[in-house]
């Protein structure tokens, strides 16, 4: 359960609402599920490559039993997590947790006694996922543990734009090569993670040349998965 990164952070953001809010209001009786509804209209579809829920993340949800499943729906975002408001609350789901994650994707969050649940939409994708409150506790009680032998180095540092370049600027730390990864994208809340290729230390580091326009810039520890910065707006003119 390493190499953790934002996707990390929205399952977390579940995880914690769902465990730490819901547990404390309702009995943990165990009850058999049922399958979650679909909206109507939607299209059965393989679980993006990259992105929310992929990877060692997906790995996770299905190794401790929590099924996750996506679609598309082709319909606005809005109209999508207003069915599941109303459809949830109908079949007796109290919501949790009903946040933007990043500008194009927002999460909900619900629980009925011994269940939590959760929808993403991002910009047509649709990604259910249901389970137990003791899977769920399980992946926090793992993930803490990580996080507890695996601290992330203390860094300062912020992205800026100079003659067509972006580079890092360090204030005070560094980390190796090996255990960092930068995204630049010039849309925000889309990464490309990019492993380094040399150590990152004072006073900076170039992440290459590009073209005019609005870039937005991450960086994140690798072992842990801790993001140091994420979507820093950079401009080059």
């Given amino acids: 359960m390493r190499n953790r990164g934002i996707s990390s952070v929205i399952l ?7 465990i730490f809010i819901a547990a404390g ?5 165990r009850k058999s599920g049922e399958e979650l509804p679909v909206y109507p209209g939607a299209a059965p579809s393989e679980i993006p ?11 996770d949800f299905v190794s401790h039993g929590i099924s996750v499943s996506a679609y598309t729906t082709g319909t ?17 789901w109290t919501k949790i947790l009903d946040n933007a994650v990043f500008d194009n994707c927002h999460l909900l969050s619900f629980q009925r006694e011994n269940e939590g649940a959760g929808v993403f939409e991002n910009r047509g994708t649709l990604i259910l996922f249901h389970g137990t409150l003791e899977q769920f506790q399980a992946i926090a009680e793992e993930w803490y543990k990580e996080k507890q032998a695996l601290p992330s180095p203390m860094l300062s540092a912020a992205p800026a734009a100079s003659d067509g370049t972006i580079c890092i600027y360090v204030q005070t730390g560094s980390l190796p090569a090996s255990e960092r990864e930068y995204s630049v994208s010039q849309t925000e809340g889309s990464y490309s993670w990019v492993t380094g290729t040399e150590e990152l230390s004072s006073p900076y580091v170039t992440l290459g040349t590009f073209t005019q326009g ?6 994140r ?3 842990t998965g801790h993001i140091y910065f994420t979507d820093v707006e950079v401009i080059i003119s």
Avoid: K
């Avoid at 977390?12 to 769902?18: D, E, H, R, T």
């Fill in 12 to 18: 977390l953001m579940v995880v914690i609402a769902i």
């Fill in 49 to 59: 490559e990259s992105g929310l829920f992929s990877g060692e993340l997906l790995s």
């Fill in 76 to 92: 606005s975002p809005n109209e999508v997590l207003d069915w599941y408001r109303s459809e949830m609350s109908n079949r007796g």
């Fill in 25 to 29: 209001y309702f009995s943990l009786t």
């Fill in 214 to 219: 609005i870039y937005y810039v991450s960086l």
């Fill in 221 to 223: 520890h690798i072992p």
